[in-house]
């Protein structure tokens, strides 16, 4: 099986696949310290501990190596910011992933968020058989939905979806990126 790389250099920031019990402390930490900004959004956020980082840590490596889910640390000035990766859920279909990512608050408005999703997009679309890339937010998530919007994703749908997280709305914004849309607009000079 074609796999990402396991580090990759972007312009000032790194993206590095996380390295299991290592990584504990740093990661805990910066969740710890993130947990008010992402509470709005993010409904893993009221079940945060150090059992369930641990546990996500954990089996990082075995859903790397299925092809389920390749997920990175955010390194910024050398330390974690975030986390970001390219993840199928049980119905995701073969040809595609969806993308994901968060931030520590210090970290953000910087472009952070968005080269490392460009990064990925980039990845994803290396691997043989990838169709489309999908980001999944709520529409009330202005922030979230920036990112998709500067890499050339288009609207692809809206469904309801169960409110989970306090600020979500119920619906889920469905953004798509195929290869051919990609290559368009790679060959264009524009994003990704």
Not at 9 to 28: K, S
Not at 30 to 38: F, M
Not at 40 to 57: D, I, K, N, Q, Y
Not at 94 to 103: I, P, Q
């Amino acid at each position: 099986m074609d796999l990402p790389p396991q580090v990759i250099e972007l312009d000032g920031v790194t993206l590095r696949r996380f390295n299991g019990e290592a990584d504990l402390p740093e990661l805990f930490r910066v969740l710890e310290e993130s947990l008010e900004h992402l509470r709005p959004w993010v409904h893993w956020v009221a079940e945060h501990s150090l059992a369930r980082t641990t546990t996500f840590l954990a089996s990082r490596a075995e859903r790397w190596a299925d092809g389920d889910a390749f997920s990175y640390a955010i390194v910024l000035d050398g330390g974690i910011v975030g986390a970001c990766g390219l993840f199928r859920h049980d119905d995701t279909p073969a040809n595609s992933y969806e993308l994901g990512y968060w931030l520590h608050p210090a970290a953000t408005g910087r472009g952070v968020a968005t080269r490392a999703a460009r990064a990925l997009v980039e990845q994803a679309f290396r691997l043989p058989g990838i169709d489309y890339v999908e980001i999944v937010h709520d529409p009330a998530n202005l922030a979230s939905g920036a990112i998709p919007a500067r890499l050339g994703f288009i609207e692809h749908l809206r469904r309801p979806a169960e409110r989970l997280a306090p600020a979500e709305t119920g619906e889920d914004q469905i953004w798509r990126l195929t290869r051919r849309q990609a290559k368009a607009t790679l060959a264009s000079g524009e994003a990704p």
